[in-house]
């Protein structure tokens, strides 16, 4: 049985981890907030853009532009994996990494997949096991702006353009409430084309006749690199307000852990110094009996 210094000795500890808990849930729904906002703004122009581009390369040849052209087969795939550079958030960087594991079992028979990894915690994972890394990025989250999606699209354009792949994907939590982030694995590169049972479901109207205006060329040069610059950024921002909404659950449920905890010991220590008092009575009675 603990003695009574020992029981006071955990409460305090517990208590002083709750403090913690408490403080880092605070913080993260304050960022939360913003994380969030960014999110909502940038979400229409990145969907309204990715319909737009992915109908509009259902109507050109592939040869348009070299970001247009279709994966080769049996070729190798570059997998971007978003994960946070801390901890302390539930399955958030569990799940991210889960899927990319599936991912590259059902992608990497042969070539492996490549690998872009963003977040101290996948960089830590992937490295321990060997994978090929073409790229690697961390502490970008702690002030995330356009110039890093634009830094990472970049290499990615570069890995596909040059040949080293021949597809780019993105895996990353996509924030959908405070309660709930959904994973999601989507393509990059090349572009995704619409089918035509899809195409022609968009199409409810006319059929659309774009008029190009300078040359096709010119606009694919300046429009596709920064769709693809918008995709990825629109996708870190999802994991940024994904991984707060995690840490602020993960810590609400420590707080909560911890103050059950703190009134389960409380509970059995009054029941110890009990014990102890009744102990004292019964030898101070029995010593005044035996004189």
Do not use: W
Request: proline letters at 4%; hydrophobic letters at 45%; one cysteine or more.
């Amino acid at each position: 049985m603990p003695s009574l210094i020992d029981l006071r000795r955990r409460i305090r500890a517990v208590k002083s981890t709750q403090q913690i808990t408490k403080a880092m849930k605070m913080i993260a729904a304050s960022r939360l907030k913003r994380a969030q906002d960014r999110v909502v703004a940038a979400r229409p122009f990145a969907q309204r853009m990715a319909r737009v581009l992915n109908s509009l390369v259902s109507r050109v040849e592939q040869d348009a532009h070299p970001l247009l052209r279709a994966p080769q087969p049996g070729g190798r795939s570059l997998l971007i994996v978003i994960t946070a550079d801390r901890g302390l958030c539930g399955s958030f960087n569990s799940n991210v990494l889960k899927a990319a594991g599936q991912f590259i079992v059902t992608e990497g028979k042969d070539p492996q997949v490549a690998l872009g990894l963003i977040g101290r915690k996948g960089r830590d994972f992937f490295r321990r096991r060997g994978f090929d890394v073409l790229y690697e990025q961390t502490g970008i989250f702690q002030r995330l702006a356009f110039a890093h999606a634009a830094e990472l699209a970049n290499a990615a354009i570069e890995a596909f353009t040059s040949g080293q792949v021949s597809s780019v994907y993105l895996v990353y939590n996509e924030f959908k409430s405070v309660m709930t982030q959904r994973i999601v694995v989507e393509r990059l590169l090349p572009i995704p084309r619409l089918e035509p049972e899809a195409a022609a479901k968009a199409d409810t109207g006319p059929t659309i006749d774009y008029l190009y205006e300078p040359a096709p060329e010119e606009i694919f040069k300046e429009l596709i690199p920064r769709h693809v610059q918008i995709q990825v950024y629109r996708a870190l921002l999802e994991s940024n307000a994904a991984f707060y909404a995690a840490q602020m659950t993960a810590m609400d449920a420590a707080t909560r852990n911890s103050a059950e905890m703190i009134e389960n010991l409380t509970l059995y220590m009054n029941k110890v110094r009990q014990a102890a008092i009744t102990r004292e009575i019964i030898e101070v009675v029995s010593g005044a009996s035996a004189t």
